[in-house]
């Protein structure tokens, strides 16, 4: 069976850019998660979507969005770019929203900001 | 808030000699408490988990990990590490619903092997 999905794997963009990241989760999984990993750092949570809904959200900008399709793939949209933006961007899925913390990761998008 | 602490950020074993990682955590109420792995440039593999019930978990590749609430500690072993298991491990604890599903990681440990 197929894994969580990312694209694209590598972006290079410029300050003051948009970019858009997408995910479609395990197949049967009704819920995405996003989160940011800078070098050096472990995963900080940005949001998670369940029934095209947001769930939660954790301490990221304005500029960050994201939203969840009727197939439950999910796409995630940061405004603006700084270059402190510049991170591994990874997706992560699960069965059930409020009661299955078990989460599986996607292999994530290397974003660049310069 | 919750809050997982690895202590160390690189450890170095030998192939063939056991490995012990470290991880302590702050939660209020029952943690769900996981153990990833991520090779460099890769997303995370789930190692193992603890929901309830027996304190000590098997996960995959032959690594096991003991929750000890009196510790706040859940400390992943393999008896005997191979050098493919040189990668990054993160600690992570499940957080509660009002922020959403959410997973809270450490920082990471580094592991390296030397044959």
């Known amino acids: 069976d197929a894994g969580v999905t990312q694209s694209p794997t590598h972006l290079i963009k410029t300050r003051g850019q948009h970019v858009t990241l997408r995910c479609s989760p395990i197949?049967?999984?009704?819920?995405v998660s996003w989160y940011q990993q800078v070098l050096g750092q472990g995963p900080q949570f940005i949001f998670q979507?369940?029934?095209?809904?947001?769930?939660g959200r954790g301490n990221f900008p304005d500029r960050f969005s994201a939203r969840q399709f009727p197939n439950y793939s999910s796409e995630l949209n940061v405004n603006a770019l700084l270059l402190g933006d510049s991170a591994l961007y990874l997706c992560?899925?699960?069965?059930?929203?409020?009661?299955?913390?078990?989460?599986?990761f996607g292999p994530g998008t290397r974003l660049t900001v310069t | 808030a919750q809050s997982v602490t690895q202590p160390d950020i690189h450890i170095t074993v030998s192939e063939g000699a056991s490995l012990e990682l470290r991880c302590n955590y702050s939660?209020?109420?029952?943690?769900?408490l996981f153990w990833y792995v991520q090779s460099p440039g890769q997303g995370l593999q789930l190692l193992l988990k603890?929901?309830?019930?027996?304190?000590l978990v098997q996960g995959i590749k032959g690594f096991e990990a003991e929750f000890k609430r009196s510790q706040s500690s859940f400390n992943l072993r393999k008896p005997s590490v191979h050098w493919s298991d040189a990668a990054e491990y993160f600690c992570a604890v499940g957080a509660s619903r009002e922020y959403g599903n959410k997973l809270v990681f450490g920082a990471g440990t580094i592991l390296r092997v030397k044959s």
């Open positions: 603890y929901f309830s019930g027996d304190t």
């Open positions: 939660y209020g109420a029952t943690p769900y």
């Open positions: 992560a899925s699960s069965l059930v929203s409020v009661s299955s913390y078990e989460q599986y």
């Open positions: 979507y369940y029934e095209k809904e947001e769930r």
């Open positions: 197949s049967g999984h009704k819920s």
